[in-house]
C-alpha cells in the first residue's frame, strides 16, 4: 500500500509541474502564430482569443502525452539515482510490480487523452473552420478598422480607410497599395463601396487617382477617375468546400470509406495508444545506476519520444496513400513498441516469467546467486 501510494502521489506532482511549464510555452508560441495570421487576414482581429482556445486544445493531447512521459521517467530515474529502487527491489519489487500503481495514476490521464483526440480536438477544428469561413464571407472593407492599414486575406491588397458607412459595406477616404503581376498601383478614393457580380467580388470606387507603377521599368503612370471597379476576389461558399477530414467527428470517419479518414482515425486512435505506451516506455527507459551520475536515460528517452511521435505521422501518411489499412498501422506501430517496452521490462527483471520471483542465497566465497522459482 505505502509502495503504491507514494509512487502515484510523486507522479502527480511532477505531472501537474510538467503539464503546466508546456502549456506555457505552447501558449506563448501559439499566440504569436495566431496574432501573426491575425495581422495577414486569416481572421477577425476580435477572434483571436476564440482561435487561441481552440489551437490550445487541439494540441492539448500532446502536451498531455509527453508531460505523463515525462514524469513516469523523472520520477522513476530519481528513484534510482536515489537508490531508493534498491530498497524497493529488495522488498520484493520488481519491474513488472510498477505497471500497476502507473496505469492507476495514469488512467484519469489516458482517458483525457482519449476525449481530447476523439471528441475535443475534431470539435476545435470545425470551431476555426466557421471562424475562417465567416470572416472569409466579409467584405475586405468590413475587415478593415478605421484608422489602421489591413491586409486583405490574399496578401495582394492593403487598405486604409477613414470611416466605415452603410453597414461596413461602404468606406469613406479610401486609401489603397494593389500588387498583382509586376505592377504596382497606388488608388485613393472618396468612397468605395463592395458589389458582387456572378460570384466575384468587385470594388466600386469613385472619385478618385491612380498611380501605377511598373515594377520591372519603374515607368508610372497617373490617373484620375470619376467611377472605378476593382475585382477584389471570389465569393467563398462554404457549403460548396469540401470538409476537412480533420474537423469531422470520429463517428462519421468510421463509416467512411476514403484513404484519407483512415489517416485521420490512425492518428486518432493511435494518439491514444501512444499515450499508454509512454508509460510503459518511461519505466523501461528510466532504469539508472545510483554509481554513476549519467543522465543518458533522459536522452534516449528523449529520442524515443521524438522517433515515435514522428512514426505516428509517418504511419498517417503511409494509411493516407494506402501502403498499410489503418489498423494495420496500428499494430505494427504502436503494438510494437508495446511489445518492446515489454520486452525490456521482462529482460530487465532477469527474464522471469511475471508468475515467478527472484530469490537469492549464499554460493561459495560468500557471492550471491540469483534464481527463478515459480510462484
Do not use: C
Not at 132 to 137: A, G, L, Q
Not at 204 to 221: C, H, N, P, Y
Not at 285 to 304: D, E, F, H, K, P
Amino acid at each position: 500500500m505505502l509502495f503504491d501510494s507514494s509512487v502515484r502521489r510523486e507522479l502527480w506532482r511532477s505531472f501537474i509541474g510538467t503539464l503546466v511549464v508546456l502549456l506555457t510555452v505552447v501558449l506563448t508560441m501559439v499566440l504569436i502564430r495566431v496574432l501573426g495570421q491575425a495581422t495577414k487576414g486569416s481572421f477577425a482581429p476580435a477572434d483571436v482569443s476564440l482561435v487561441l482556445s481552440y489551437t490550445v486544445i487541439g494540441q492539448l493531447p500532446i502536451l498531455i502525452a509527453l508531460a505523463l512521459f515525462v514524469a513516469v521517467v523523472t520520477v522513476l530515474s530519481r528513484l534510482w539515482r536515489d537508490s531508493e529502487m534498491v530498497v524497493w527491489q529488495a522488498s520484493g519489487a520488481r519491474q513488472f510490480s510498477f505497471i500497476p500503481p502507473l496505469l492507476r495514476m495514469a488512467w484519469p490521464v489516458l482517458a483525457v487523452v482519449a476525449f481530447s483526440t476523439l471528441v475535443a480536438r475534431p470539435w476545435a477544428q470545425s470551431q476555426t473552420q466557421v471562424l475562417k469561413y465567416r470572416f472569409e464571407k466579409r467584405s475586405d472593407m468590413a475587415r478593415v478598422s478605421p484608422g489602421q492599414f489591413q491586409t486583405s486575406a490574399d496578401g495582394k491588397r492593403v487598405f486604409f480607410i477613414d470611416s466605415h458607412s452603410d453597414g461596413q459595406q461602404t468606406g469613406k477616404n479610401v486609401f489603397m497599395v494593389l500588387t498583382d503581376k509586376g505592377q504596382e498601383s497606388v488608388i485613393t478614393a472618396r468612397e468605395g463601396q463592395l458589389r458582387i457580380d456572378k460570384d466575384l467580388r468587385y470594388l466600386v470606387l469613385s472619385q478618385g487617382e491612380r498611380i501605377q507603377t511598373d515594377l520591372a521599368t519603374a515607368e508610372k503612370t497617373l490617373s484620375r477617375f470619376d467611377t472605378a471597379r476593382i475585382l477584389v476576389g471570389e465569393v467563398v461558399d462554404p457549403q460548396k468546400l469540401a470538409p476537412d477530414v480533420r474537423s469531422l467527428p470520429t463517428h462519421k470517419l468510421l463509416g467512411m470509406d476514403s484513404k484519407e479518414a483512415h489517416g485521420e482515425l490512425n492518428w486518432r486512435f493511435g494518439l491514444v495508444w501512444a499515450a499508454l505506451n509512454m508509460v510503459l516506455a518511461g519505466l523501461s527507459l528510466a532504469a539508472g545506476n545510483a554509481r554513476r551520475n549519467s543522465n543518458w536515460n533522459l536522452v534516449y528517452a528523449l529520442l524515443v519520444f521524438v522517433v515515435y511521435f514522428n512514426l505516428l505521422s509517418l504511419s498517417q501518411n503511409w494509411v493516407t496513400q494506402g501502403k498499410l489499412g489503418w489498423v494495420s498501422g496500428l499494430l505494427l506501430v504502436h503494438g510494437g513498441l508495446t511489445l518492446g517496452a515489454l520486452a525490456v521490462l521482462w529482460w530487465r527483471d532477469g527474464a522471469l516469467l511475471p508468475g515467478q520471483t527472484v530469490t537469492r542465497r549464499a554460493g561459495p566465497g560468500g557471492r550471491l546467486k540469483r534464481a527463478g522459482g515459480a510462484a
